[in-house]
Nanobody, 120 residues
Framework: QVQLVESGGGLVQPGGSLRLSCAAS????????MAWYRQVPGKQRELVAA???????NYVDSVKGRFTISRDNAKNTVYLQMNSLKPEDTAVYYC??????????????WGQGTQVTVSS
């Protein structure tokens, strides 16, 4: 059974930093694309950052230069370092693991989410 457990959310002032962690169990993340999404009430879940199994990364424009996704395959954990936080970054952040095998079967897992609130 695959589980993703996020941690590190909380309340931070504008301009502050947080680091989110997503610890995986039941599978090995090295073969997955690992991503962070976020969602605010009434809006669709948004892809924030992704890290492929080959090491490439991509970010939504609104966080480029402020957020960094990284992964430690030895610890089976992915991180999201968030700097220069803005009130509009307030959301529930979700960790996602996704891969497609050679038979084109898709594997998609989600964490339970962690709240990030940016407010003075």
């Amino acid at each position: 059974q695959v589980q993703l457990v996020e941690s590190g959310g909380g309340l931070v002032q504008p301009g502050g930093s947080l680091r989110l962690s997503c610890a995986a169990s039941g599978t090995i993340i090295s073969t997955y694309t690992m991503a962070w999404y976020r969602q605010v009430p009434g809006k669709q879940r948004e892809l924030v950052a992704a890290s492929t199994s080959r090491g490439s990364t991509n970010y939504v424009d609104s966080v480029k230069g402020r957020f960094t996704i990284s992964r430690d395959n030895a610890k089976n954990t992915v991180y999201l370092q968030m700097n220069s936080l803005k009130p509009e970054d307030t959301a529930v952040y979700y960790c996602n693991a996704h891969r497609t095998d050679w038979r084109m079967r898709e594997y998609d897992y989600w964490g339970q989410g962690t709240q990030v609130t940016v407010s003075s």
